[in-house]
């Protein structure tokens, strides 16, 4: 998940094979603007969804681990990542786009 391209890619539905199918990010757009999965995977998240519905928009951080879902409309996961996440990317990619935005820890 290291690269942008592999964590893009989680966010898309994987229907074959049965034992790894999982459902493609449920959030949209026009609803969550802020939440999309170039700005998800930006951040440094990567979709990893639980199997009941209510974790479909778990995403988890590639470096960190840290696993958010359950996102608000209002949620910005660069500002998220920057006050939850405890990594380089969460500092040095999340923290500067949280700033420019008046959100700092």
Known sequence: M??????????KAVLKPKSRAKPAFPLDPARYPSLTPT???????????????????TCKCFICGLKLG????????????????SCAWAEFVCGPVAQRA????
């Open 2 to 11: 290291i690269h942008l391209d592999a964590r893009l890619d989680s966010f």
């Open 39 to 57: 700005d998800l995977a930006n951040a440094g998240f990567f979709h990893d969804p639980g199997p009941d519905e209510d974790t479909y928009d």
């Open 70 to 85: 359950g996102w608000d409309e209002t949620d910005n996961p660069f500002e998220e990542h920057h006050k939850r996440g």
């Open 102 to 105: 008046g959100k700092t820890r």
